[in-house]
């Protein structure tokens, strides 16, 4: 499960265009975007069901 680095919330949403692959926070006080190597492994597990 992805942990945000800068806030520890779990709740994330994979996110990936031609320049950025990686998560971003929803927590409200947070919302930054991680870019980490792991977050490809979380976008392979993203289902569309989890919608």
């Known amino acids: ?3 945000c680095p800068y806030c520890g919330s779990s709740k994330g949403q ?3 265009d031609a320049q950025l692959s990686g998560m971003l926070c929803l927590n409200p006080d ?3 975007f991680d870019s980490t190597l792991d977050a490809e ?3 392979s597990d ?3 069901s989890d919608l």
């Open 14 to 16: 994979p996110f990936s």
């Open 30 to 32: 947070c919302g930054r």
């Open 46 to 48: 993203w289902d569309d």
């Open 41 to 43: 492994q979380v976008n």
């Open 1 to 3: 499960m992805w942990m």
